[in-house]
């Protein structure tokens, strides 16, 4: 007698239907609205599986969602089993085990908390076929159910249509990222701005990272004749190398990776290409020879000039530690606070504002000399949408319940902060935020997290968090990371009333 068939999940929060894939049939996915059907994996595939036994079938490519900027963000997870593991919670059944009901469960960092987020595995289809993501093997799984574990925490797939690559990747490690501008390289200077653009002084610096942490590049917009790369479309530097040429100059070299999946470039780097004339025949087959499906070679000259902004994600050790990008040191030591920017009363504005001293100020008290990194990440608008994933959160003394079924937040204020050093505790806060700061974002920046480097001495900081406009509600996360002892206060304070210098800088 045949045992019965087990009843897999079918998730009610997130059914199988236009709802879960369409928020306002906006993009050009609307188009595939009546021809999308929902398969299993075990009807797409005769042996699925979740993960690849070669890394390399694991490879990411982009299907028929614009969600290029999640699926690099994906990429950091093959770079460290660990990070994979913290995403993927280890144990979870096969579709051959006995064990198997039709779920899987993922965790998700969002607003300084890790959420469980649980769907079921009937994924969109074409035809029989994946029609958003799919690994370099099609029998692989990780990435389409990982793809629909973020559709569900935004609402819907098609909320996943343009973003940012350091959003996702905060959002798949609880790190922190830097974008850096390619096309203001010649420019930076000393100051930093909110992203730590002005910390990338040349591509050679990426040589070190390579192994730390995932790369990626985008191009918003590409010049005439490299329409192949397409337009606002980010990449994956899958390698870095520096090779000597045959006239004794050094080269270095980019491995790119399309996440379309095709070979589209036909620069002087590709195979055949005049560029491998200037190297070893050796390493020139060598390195022709590690191309999968949808990569190839740039030099520097060609990555400056035809992309326009590289995004690092930070380096997480094994024991949940971030890395400084810059000196290696272990940043062991974190703190974090929420804070709200409230109209009429703490949402005062940039220094050009007379406001600007009723914006939310924290004191942080570092022990010792350290490398400290201060981040203020927004919290993204409200959705009417909710799952049983939500997350308490404690907000402004008291607790709120949070849904991380949340819109990404296209149009986040621009924020920025600045820290000013004090002698104690006591002090005039007028009288101190008249001075220059000791640190500050060159500019607000309309990015969902603006963060400082600091080198800092021991004593007392005051740090303030502002929008550019005044009377600009929101809430927020201040995150802190230190490779010393610091500490962590938010200064309550009755409305202080004063005029400040004006901002040396205006809105970017």
């Known amino acids: ?64 969602l614009g969600d290029c900027w999640f699926l690099c963000a994906c990429a950091a997870l093959q770079k460290s089993r660990h990070l994979l593991d913290q995403v993927f919670l280890p144990g979870q059944p096969s579709w051959l085990d006995q064990t198997y009901r039709g779920s899987f469960t993922c965790r998700v960092w969002q607003f300084g908390r890790w959420v469980e987020v649980t769907i079921d595995d009937r994924l969109p289809c074409l035809a029989g076929r994946l029609c958003f993501s799919r690994c370099q093997r099609e029998d692989v799984f990780w990435l389409p159910l990982l793809e629909k574990v973020y559709a569900k925490v935004h609402g819907s797939y098609e909320h996943l249509w343009a973003g940012q690559v350091a959003d996702a990747l905060v959002d798949l490690t609880g790190g922190l990222a830097e974008r850096w501008n390619l096309k203001n390289l010649a420019s930076s200077s000393s100051q930093q701005d909110g992203s730590g653009s002005s910390e990338f002084k040349n591509c050679w610096q990426l040589l070190s990272l390579k192994e730390r942490c995932l790369i990626s590049c985008s191009v918003f917009s590409p010049r005439a004749g490299a329409r192949e790369l397409g337009e606002f479309h980010a990449f994956i530097v899958s390698d870095l190398r520096e090779l000597r040429g045959q006239a004794g100059q050094s080269i270095l070299l980019f491995r790119i990776q399309n996440p379309w999946g095709r070979r589209c470039w036909q620069g002087p780097w590709r195979e055949g290409g005049e560029g491998w004339t200037q190297v070893d025949p050796v390493d020139s087959a060598e390195l022709l020879s590690q191309l999968q499906e949808g990569e190839f070679w740039v030099d520097e000259e060609e990555f400056l000039r035809e992309f326009d902004e590289v995004t690092i994600g930070y380096p997480i050790t094994e024991a949940g530690h971030l890395q400084s990008l810059y000196s290696e040191k272990v940043l062991s030591h974190t703190q974090e606070l929420p804070g709200a920017w409230v109209q009429g009363q703490s ?86 935020l008249s001075t220059p700061p000791v640190a500050g974002t060159v500019c607000h920046a309309y990015d969902r997290e603006v963060h400082l480097r600091c080198e800092l001495t021991p004593g007392y900081y005051l740090a303030v968090p502002s929008t550019f406009l005044k009377n600009v509600p929101g809430q927020f996360l201040l995150r802190v990371f230190s490779s010393g002892r610091v500490s962590l206060r938010f200064q309550r304070t009755a409305q202080v009333k004063t005029r400040p210098p004006c901002c040396s800088r205006s809105l970017c």
Not at 11 to 24: I, K, Y
Not at 25 to 32: E, G, H, K, R, V
Not at 374 to 395: C, F, T
């Open 1 to 64: 007698m045949r045992p019965p068939a087990r009843e897999l999940f079918r998730d009610p929060a997130f059914p199988a239907s236009n709802s879960s894939l369409f928020s306002s049939y906006s993009t050009p996915l609307a188009q595939f609205r009546e021809d999308i059907t929902w398969r299993r994996p075990q009807e797409i595939c005769a042996t699925p599986r979740l993960f690849p036994d070669n890394p390399q079938e694991g490879q990411v490519k982009q299907g028929l």
């Open 347 to 432: 949402a005062g504005g940039c220094r050009n504002n007379s406001g600007f001293p009723s914006n939310p100020k924290f004191w942080l008290r570092v022990s010792e000399p350290s490398e400290v990194y201060i981040a203020v990440l927004q919290r993204p608008r409200m959705r009417s949408v909710d799952w049983a994933g939500r997350a308490q959160v404690q907000l402004g003394g008291s607790r709120v319940v949070w849904s991380p079924a949340s819109i990404p937040g296209k149009d986040y204020p621009a924020v920025g902060l600045h820290l000013w050093k004090v002698e104690k505790r006591r002090v005039s806060l007028p009288r101190i």
